[in-house]
C-alpha cells in the first residue's frame, strides 16, 4: 500500500532523488523546502511518514520534529531524519528531539526504502505490502 511520504529537504538535488525513489517504491512524495511550509502542509493533511532534514532555513528539523511531538494531532507521525550530522551527539540529538530512525547523508536510496519500510511496518503494519505469517492458522 502507498504511504504520503512529507520530504523536508532545502537542496533541490536531495529532494528531487528521494521523491524519484520515494515514487519508485509506490510511495506519494510531498515536498516542503523548509519546516515552515512543511508545518503548513501537516496542518492540511497529515502524511503517513516525515523525512527530516536537520539544517533548514529558518526553523531547524530538530524543533520541527519537536513540534510535531508536541502536538497531540501529530505525535504518532513517525519522523526519520535524513542529515549530514553525523557525530554521536548529533545522532543522540535527533533521536532524543522524536525521531524514530536517523540516517546519515551521503545515503543508499535502497537503504533509505528499507528504513522507511520498517518504519511504517512498526507504526502501521497495513501500510507495508509484507505477508505477516501466523504460524501454522
Known amino acids: 500500500m502507498a504511504a504520503t511520504i512529507l520530504v523536508v529537504e532545502d537542496e533541490p538535488a536531495i529532494q528531487e532523488l528521494i521523491a524519484f525513489n520515494l515514487k519508485q517504491a509506490g510511495h506519494h512524495a510531498l515536498l516542503a523546502d523548509n519546516a515552515e511550509q512543511a508545518l503548513r502542509l ?42 549530514a550530522r553525523s557525530e554521536e551527539q548529533d545522532k543522540l540529538s535527533g533521536l532524543d528531539s522524536g525521531a524514530d530512525d536517523y540516517i546519515t547523508k551521503p545515503f543508499s536510496p535502497r537503504e533509505l526504502n528499507a528504513r522507511i519500510k520498517a518504519v511504517l511496518r512498526r507504526r502501521a503494519p497495513q501500510m507495508t505490502d509484507d505477508v505477516v505469517d501466523i504460524g501454522g492458522l
Open 42 to 83: 501537516v496542518a492540511n493533511a497529515l502524511p503517513d511518514l516525515v523525512l527530516l532534514d536537520w539544517m533548514l532555513p529558518g526553523l531547524s528539523g530538530i524543533e520541527f520534529a519537536r513540534r510535531l511531538r508536541a502536538d497531540k494531532r501529530t505525535r504518532t507521525v513517525p519522523i526519520i531524519m535524513l542529515t
